[in-house]
């Protein structure tokens, strides 16, 4: 069984479903920033700046430049899924029952660690869509406000795929039949300061009776509201958990 045996016991069912919830900390030891931790994104960017649709209007050139210099970061040869994504990608294709994994991240560092299941709420950093026709396409060149769309052509348009503040996140309706029926909810990496991912803990327990796990290197906002909880770094916690 590819989880840690006391946990298994606690599960009412063998074959439960898991519903992961996943944040930047996951992704902090193959390279990538956190946003509230002390050296982390928002203290160099003013979220107001770079991740509303306002901001969009008021200063394009900013965004973009936010985003292709995240863009670049992921693509560096050197930032690799690391050993918490691999074991998740594990957990998900040995469970006997279903796997959600639903991340906040706009990196595609569990898709490239294999997961399959895989939910990214809050958008995807190798996506572009644009504001003029239906376009949503791979990206991994810079974006500026004059590139035209490779679609329908009008300049503008294009930005990234991403969830800003004040948007919908993606997906919610699939994520919340999941929360509704899963056994197990396990929160990896993330401060819980964000809605409506820092609410799914509530959901998981309230509608479906799950059990709830944090792994996080600190206890998050909303510790007080998981019932198990580890904390230290992603990639000794995880493959631990997923034992
Ligand atoms: C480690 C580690 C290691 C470090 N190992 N761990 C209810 C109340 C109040 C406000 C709201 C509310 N509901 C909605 C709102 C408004 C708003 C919101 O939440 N505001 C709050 C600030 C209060 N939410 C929204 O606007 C959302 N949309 C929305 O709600 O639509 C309406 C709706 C209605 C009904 C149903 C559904 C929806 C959209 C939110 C979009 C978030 N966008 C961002 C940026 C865009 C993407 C990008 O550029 O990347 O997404 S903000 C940023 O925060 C990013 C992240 O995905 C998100 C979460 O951050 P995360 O992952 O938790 O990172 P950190 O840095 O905060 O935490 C890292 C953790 O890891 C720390 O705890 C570390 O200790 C730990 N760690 N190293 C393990 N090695």
Redesign the pocket.
């Known amino acids: 069984m590819p989880l840690r045996p006391d946990l298994i016991e606690i599960l009412r069912d063998e074959a439960a479903p898991i519903v992961i919830l996943t944040?930047?900390?996951?992704s902090?030891?193959s390279g990538l920033h956190?946003?509230?931790?002390p050296d982390?994104i928002w203290a160099k960017y003013d979220i107001s700046e770079v991740?509303t649709p306002e901001a969009f209007v008021n200063n394009p050139d900013l965004v973009h430049y936010f985003y292709n210099d995240r863009r670049s970061g992921l693509l560096d040869p050197a930032v690799q899924p690391n050993a918490a994504h691999i074991s998740l990608a594990r957990l998900e294709a040995e469970w006997p029952g279903p796997v959600l994994l639903v991340t906040?991240?706009?990196d595609d560092l569990h898709d490239r660690a294999g997961s399959k299941h895989l939910i990214h709420m809050?958008?995807e950093l190798l996506k572009i869509r644009c504001n003029h026709c239906d376009l949503l396409a791979h990206w991994s060149d810079n974006l500026a406000k004059e590139t035209p769309c490779p679609s329908c052509g009008k300049a503008g348009g294009l930005r990234p795929h991403?969830?800003?503040?004040?948007?919908?996140?993606l997906e919610?309706e699939r994520i919340y039949a999941a929360l509704g029926e899963c056994g197990l909810f396990i929160s990896i990496?993330?401060?819980g300061?964000?809605?409506?991912a820092a609410g799914f803990v509530q959901i998981a327990h309230e509608e479906a009776g799950a059990e709830t796990v944090e792994l996080?290197?600190?206890p998050?906002s909303g510790a007080t509201l998981f019932e198990h909880s580890a904390y230290g770094?992603?990639t000794d916690l995880v493959p631990a958990f997923v034992a």
């Not at 300061?193 to 409506?196: A, D, F, K, L, R």
């Open positions: 944040g930047a900390g996951i902090k030891e956190t946003f509230r931790d982390g991740a906040q991240n706009i809050h958008g991403v969830v800003w503040f004040g948007e919908m996140p919610m990496g993330t401060s300061n964000v809605y409506p996080n290197l600190e998050s770094s992603a």
